[in-house]
């Protein structure tokens, strides 16, 4: 399996080059991204992939059910050199319909150290326990605590420090919610949206 994985980058860098000859190059030359993605680490749900999007286009930070930890070192050192170093101005966090982290979160069973990382969107689910009992199946509910995971997430992110910091010091940064639906591979805007200094448009309520 390693070899055909090795023969298909060698593929891949091939007819990229053969391409465009110079894109390794500026590639080598400069990271400047224009989105930084926050997204879950299910293999379904590349961000370059399904955002449609080149290598060096997008910088990204992932893990299990794309939970926002504010004691998260890895997230926020992700965020931080993004937002300071890069000077990305769009941050989307992203999660996807059939989550199985969503899924274990809801669960009556043990899962090992990922209980203690998905507590969060165990915490939603009581939260919004009314919101959830209006749908139809249990398929339809944990889709709709993804989508619930993925505004909290987008209001942890903008009560961060650095991002607190970067609107104070004048920086257009957005920080966007999508969800990305696995039996269409389309991409879904939350409407959760926030900007420097205000809320656009409607999270749960």
Known sequence: MLNDLMNRNREWSEK?????PGYFARLAAQQAPEFFWIGCSDSRVPANVVAGLDPGEVFVHRNV???VHSADLNLLSALEFAVEALCVREII????????GVKAATEALPHGLA?????PIRRLAR???VDLS???DGEARRDRLAEFNVIEGVRRVAETPI?????ANGADIRVHGLI???KDGRLRDLDCSIGPGHFEGKAAQ
């Not at 991002?163 to 609107?167: G, I, N, P, S, Y």
């Open 16 to 20: 990229r080059y053969n391409a465009d």
């Open 163 to 167: 991002l607190q910091k970067a609107w």
């Open 134 to 136: 209006q749908e139809t």
């Open 115 to 119: 209980d203690h990382w998905l507590e």
């Open 127 to 129: 939260a919004y326990a």
């Open 180 to 182: 990305y639906g696995l």
């Open 93 to 100: 966090l992203c999660g996807h319909y059939g989550c199985g």
């Open 65 to 67: 059910a794309n939970v």
